[in-house]
């Protein structure tokens, strides 16, 4: 009798998890490297050509409010990948590295029995805290080699592996410098149209050919990454999100707080659950879609110490909001001199605070390193030579050397955030409540403000000895 009742029980158990198993999509996160989420047509970009991207997108569901905490490589992927922000996970500069005790998606989706993957650039740190399997086919270190494209054969091979869920990040590398993939013959530089945060000067539309070039040649990457879902018949039970990551490395976007920096990309794709076609007005953050991930896996994401919440109901289709504010931050080291940097955003307005107004920023990627010239960036001595001769060259140098302590933009309206609303008598209600939200969120994150952004800062958290912790 008692063997009887054991197999009854066994048999539920087993049936239970056979429908648990059934309902947890596969996942697919496909990441671009430094592309500006308005370079692409989706966005409203007037130059790239991205037809797989589109094709996407009238198969998903695209959210026009995406954000990321850092418009840097390593911070950004660490926070989607922990479900929180910089300070909270550790990673608060590039080339640092999360606190060693910080469990992410690896942890977080294989106790849910994933098989959790990634190919291309991992860029996070240390190991035991991102233990992904490494699946080979994709460039990991932005080496770039035009005789040896990509291969998907390894990605089809982890998908198709079994019949358990996966979760498999392709974390591709263009448009990231140096911009040596794709055809730039395609984009000739008098017809290139360049937004107003970029001087037009002729070195810059050579270069940003060059840039829209990857970006077409990201596309193509996409599209066969898609296919490898069609080939090994995984597509109707697959949840894609494409990411374009943060801003590109001109002048205004990678390494800032502006809109061009933070705005990211973001579609996401699965048949039978999400309306195609459709755009959503709900503010998400990075640190957004792990949760998610967790809930759509039979977890329960409020269990865990995400900064992030899931916005499982928005892909659904079931609401159009998520979110009252998404935040963000720089810390400047060791890309050049200390220039913290925080903002916030309703998805209207933006409210950005420099923390040492009276410094110049420089970041030496971009402006170049020992006399050598700008490091694959070459255009921007042909910006600080147009300034004698151009007023607009100059206001651009400006803008982004010499900052004021408060910045205030309408971006809906103003989506390049060229005019600078923080002194204006009509925006002090807006600019005091957005000043206070923002306030609070660095006193829930324990953020000292200046007081991070420091050399001794820096590298206790490169050894993995943060010097500051959360404050909740």
């Not at 992904?132 to 460039?139: A, I, N, Q, S």
């Not at 060059?210 to 069609?230: N, P």
């Not at 894609?240 to 590109?248: C, D, H, P, R, Y």
């Not at 973001?266 to 949760?291: N, S």
Request: aromatic letters at 10%; a neutral charge; one cysteine or more.
């Amino acid at each position: 009798m008692m063997s009887r009742i054991f197999s009854v029980i066994v048999v539920m158990f087993l049936s239970a998890a056979s429908l648990q198993a059934a309902d947890q999509p596969n996942v697919l996160i496909i990441m671009a490297d430094d592309c500006t989420f308005n370079d692409l047509p989706l966005y409203g970009g007037q130059n790239a050509k991205t037809p797989n991207i589109d094709a996407l997108a009238a198969q998903g569901l695209t959210f026009n409010r995406a954000y990321l905490s850092s418009a840097m490589c390593q911070p950004c992927r660490a926070e989607l990948f922990t479900g929180q922000y910089p300070m909270q996970n550790g990673c608060a500069w590039n080339h640092s590295a999360s606190r060693d005790s910080v469990k992410s998606m690896p942890h977080r989706l294989r106790q849910h029995g994933y098989r959790v993957g990634i190919a291309g650039k991992v860029h996070v740190k240390p190991e035991k805290v991102f233990p992904f399997e490494k699946v080979k086919g994709f460039d990991p270190n932005c080496v770039r080699n035009p005789t040896q494209p990509y291969d998907v054969a390894q990605v089809e091979e982890f998908i198709s592996r079994d019949a358990t869920p996966f979760c498999l990040v392709v974390a591709l590398v263009e448009p990231h410098v140096p911009w040596v993939m794709g055809d730039a013959s395609a984009y000739p530089p008098k017809r290139i149209n360049l937004p107003p945060n970029i001087a037009d000067t002729q070195r810059t539309r050579q270069d940003f050919g060059r840039y829209l070039a990857e970006i077409t040649y990201m596309d193509g990457q996409v599209g066969q990454l898609l296919h490898s879902l069609d080939r090994t018949g995984k597509a109707d039970d697959t949840l894609v999100l494409f990411t374009s990551e943060q801003g590109s490395q001109f002048p205004g976007c990678k390494w800032t707080n502006w809109d061009t920096g933070l705005h990211t990309a973001l579609i996401a794709r699965w048949p039978g659950k999400v309306t195609p076609g459709k755009r959503t007005d709900a503010l998400v953050q990075y640190c957004d879609v792990l949760p998610t991930l967790v809930d759509l896996g039979g977890g329960n994401p409020a269990s865990e110490p995400f900064d992030g919440a899931s916005f499982r109901a928005v892909l659904e289709g079931r609401s159009d909001q998520h979110r009252d504010y998404v935040y963000g931050m720089h810390n400047n080291l060791p890309e050049g001199p200390a220039y913290p940097i925080r903002t916030i955003t309703d998805g209207e307005y933006r409210y950005i605070r420099n923390l040492t107004p009276g410094e110049l920023y420089i970041e030496k990627h971009l402006m170049g390193t020992r006399g050598t010239g700008a490091l694959n960036n070459p255009y921007w001595g042909t910006w600080t030579w147009d300034t004698q001769q151009n007023p607009a060259t100059y206001q651009l140098v400006k803008r982004y050397m010499l900052r004021p302590a408060e910045q205030l933009y309408h971006t809906a309206k103003d989506r390049y955030e060229m005019q600078n609303l923080a002194g204006d008598a009509g925006q002090v209600e807006r600019k005091q409540r957005l000043a206070e939200a923002l306030g609070m969120w660095m006193v829930s994150q324990g953020d000292p403000g200046i007081d991070q952004d420091t050399q001794p800062s820096l590298e206790s958290a490169r050894r993995g000895q943060h010097r500051y912790y959360p404050g909740k």
